[in-house]
């Protein structure tokens, strides 16, 4: 029977020794073999110690009763046994704990709904000798994953997997590429020594209940405790000597582990391998780069409508206007499309990361992109593209796009009956905002995203007068324009450096401009890095005044220099004021998160409050002022305005006898976000309108000369 869907073919004639696992995954395998076994005897020894501390336990109390019986041993006694007891079962109670996956943002898909995509499915799990997903999930963003219900008793018994496809990922993928996503989860499962994998997860599934999922095990020993002032001290010792396992434990985590993440890293390459075998080399990589840029639009789509939720907006449909971010992706930084999907390639997404540093994470679970897509393409298998999209493998493409985005605002509490904005209405919408947000193309992104280096005006004005400056298209050069997101990398590498200086990352070496350096080298590269950034950052000031003398010159012929000069005033005291502003929101927010991530005693409570209202009262009396200033109360909607005034304008009550006043201390959260937040936006859109402009003097420079020149 005819298949009544594009599937594309399997490569002819390729070597099944490409998906052999290679000798550097045996070795990997034969590392964490040994790790695991090395965890069995720490483990079996930790057991055989608690159970040799339960004997001594059972054995002292029950001695004591009999040596002397009285209320006082028997109670000692039963202590010494209840000590014994705890301690095995902080050991086993791992064994217990059953992991699910949250399924509440999925839905279920049957065969009888969707039979192309199962028949798809299918034959790729024949071509990958896998068997078929237990459970089919649609989930709404731009991934694809298998994954099942585990338990300790997983490692010994068989467990079917359940595939979960991102709809975001469907979106922005053709069918080839599709199957390659597909092939690669199934891949993971195609050969036996993959069990490990399994292995090494419920070790750490045991590892960390026993170190950080101990709240049921508490409040057990807490009950224990209470019962009586006996049973209290041998509780406090069984917690001193859990803290002992815990220490061991940690250790043990570490040896487990490195080994696993080198392992998953060639589980990973050797996943890919099976994707190119049933699809050929291309399709992965292809994919692996677009799901990049694909999901940075899908974040984007997130945090628009997280933006417009207090104005009751959701969206129809998520996935046409995702493709309309990607459009807007491709069009924004020059991207080509073909077949509707964007031509991603590793050029591409070096555009958003220029840091000359490189640091290996051994604890990386993944390969980086770079490094699988050389492993792909060296296998250099030939692949037949379906540029369909994958899409065209669901029934009722629309009526499941809706029923995700419904999925997603299943949990959303507005305020009241929102309004889902169709495909057309997000777009006027986000264009208006984009406009709103963005300062002329002309600029070059010269001014976007940072603080424009304040100088002395009068000086400035004075040197416009008397030195001669570029012109416009010289000033605002490619190169020139670049220079802002340099200061930016400099200043990240520069703060990466600091970090492997103070031993933030676990490596011995990194590489820096395609040379390799041991960590004690560091500093030589804080040095150099210390020294560009002084240098571009003092370039970068310089432009800035250089950018204003040619449009003060400009303004003067206008007779408009004082305007400009106050606009540039205006943002300078602004700007000031918001650091300003920012420093004293730093300061009590050091408070406020003592408060929230801080158990303390009624007093230290009050100690506490006592410095929150100390470091409230500048803000108080910044915000009273800051009301009566138009430019700021023009970012503020008239809620916003309510919410800065009652904190302006009415003392609170923190901390009561019933404890901290949750509903006060969430009011001054919410309105010391506010507070900077539109100290900065009064900075944005005083900018805009200085550099609005000076377009504006730029623009009626060149009608002037239009003009002449028809005259």
Request: net charge negative.
């Amino acid at each position: 029977m005819q298949d009544t869907f594009p599937y594309p073919p399997m490569p002819r004639g390729v070597d099944e020794r490409v998906i052999a696992p290679s000798p550097a995954f045996k070795r990997e395998v034969v590392k964490v073999a040994g790790a695991i076994a090395f965890f069995l005897v720490v483990y079996v020894a930790l057991m055989a110690a608690a159970m040799g501390l339960a004997v001594l336990c059972g054995f002292w109390g029950y001695a004591l009763v009999t040596l002397k019986p009285s209320f006082i041993t028997f109670m000692l006694g039963l202590g010494l046994a209840g000590l014994g007891v705890m301690v095995i079962y902080f050991l086993l109670k791992f064994i217990f704990k059953r992991s699910k996956t949250d399924r509440s943002g999925m839905i279920e898909v049957q065969e009888t709904d969707q039979p192309e995509l199962f028949a798809f499915i299918r034959k790729i799990t024949q071509e990958t000798q896998t068997p078929f997903p237990k459970r089919i999930y649609l989930s709404p963003d731009v991934n694809a994953s298998v994954f099942y219900d585990s338990s300790f008793w997983s490692m010994l018994l068989p467990v079917k997997k359940n595939l979960v496809i991102g709809l975001g990922l469907v979106n922005c993928v053709n069918v080839t590429e599709f199957k390659a996503i597909l092939a690669h989860e199934f891949g993971h499962f195609s050969q036996r020594s993959m069990k490990l994998g399994s292995y090494v997860y419920h070790v750490n599934h045991a590892i960390h209940n026993m170190l950080y999922d101990n709240q049921g095990y508490g409040k057990a020993l807490e009950k224990w405790a209470n019962i009586s002032g006996y049973f209290a001290l041998f509780a406090g010792l069984t917690a001193k000597i859990v803290q002992v396992i815990q220490w061991v434990l940690k250790k043990a985590y570490v040896v487990v582990n490195k080994p696993y993440m080198s392992l998953s890293r060639q589980m990973e390459f050797h996943a890919d391998s099976v994707a190119a075998y049933v699809t050929g080399s291309v399709p992965l990589v292809t994919s692996l780069r677009r799901i990049e840029a694909a999901g940075l639009c899908y974040s984007r789509l997130f945090n628009h409508y997280n933006a417009w939720f207090s104005e009751n907006l959701k969206a129809d449909n998520m996935y046409p206007q995702h493709q309309e971010l990607m459009h807007r992706f491709s069009s924004d930084f020059n991207i080509p499309m073909a077949h509707g999907l964007l031509q991603v390639n590793a050029e591409t997404l070096a555009m958003f990361t220029q840091s000359r540093l490189v640091i290996k994470d051994q604890w990386a679970s993944h390969p980086s992109t770079d490094d699988r897509e050389a492993h792909l393409l060296s296998l250099n298998i030939p692949t037949v593209m379906v540029h369909d999209s994958a899409w065209v493998l669901f029934r009722s493409e629309e009526q499941v796009q809706r029923a995700m985005t419904q999925k997603v605002y299943e949990e959303a509490e507005f305020a009241q009956t929102p309004q889902a904005l169709t495909l057309a209405q997000f777009s006027e919408k986000l264009t208006a905002e984009i406009l709103g947000r963005s300062f002329d193309k002309a600029y070059k992104g010269y001014y976007d995203n940072r603080v424009i280096t304040a100088f002395d005006l009068q000086e400035a004005s004075s040197e416009a007068a008397l030195l001669p400056t570029r012109p416009f298209e010289e000033l605002f050069s490619d190169v020139n324009c670049k220079l802002p997101e340099r200061v930016s990398q400099l200043e990240d590498d520069l703060q990466t450096v600091q970090q492997i200086i103070q031993g933030a990352h676990d490596i011995k070496s990194f590489d820096f401009d395609g040379e390799k350096y041991s960590v004690k080298e560091a500093a030589t590269v804080q040095q150099q890095l210390e020294r560009e950034l002084q240098e571009a950052q003092q370039q970068l000031a310089y432009h800035d005044k250089e950018c204003f003398r040619l449009f003060y010159q400009k303004a003067r012929e206008k007779g408009t220099e004082d305007t400009l000069v106050q606009a540039y005033q205006a943002l300078f005291d602004a700007t000031a004021a918001a650091e300003a502003d920012t420093g004293l929101y730093h300061q009590i927010f050091d408070t406020l998160n003592f408060i929230f991530n801080n158990d303390m005693t009624l007093e230290g409570a009050k100690t506490v409050v006592k410095e929150l209202e100390t470091r409230e009262k500048p803000i108080r009396l910044r915000l009273q002022q800051l009301l009566q200033e138009e430019t700021y109360v023009s970012c503020l909607t008239a809620a916003e305005k309510s919410k800065l005034e009652k904190i302006a304008h009415h003392a609170r009550v923190y901390l009561t006898e019933y404890g901290f006043d949750n509903a006060s201390v969430g009011e001054l959260t919410e309105a010391l976000h506010l507070f900077v937040q539109t100290a900065w936006e009064r900075c944005f859109q005083l900018k805009k309108k200085m550099l609005d402009q000076q377009i504006t003097l730029l623009q009626s420079q060149q009608e002037t000369k239009l003009a002449v020149a028809e005259a």
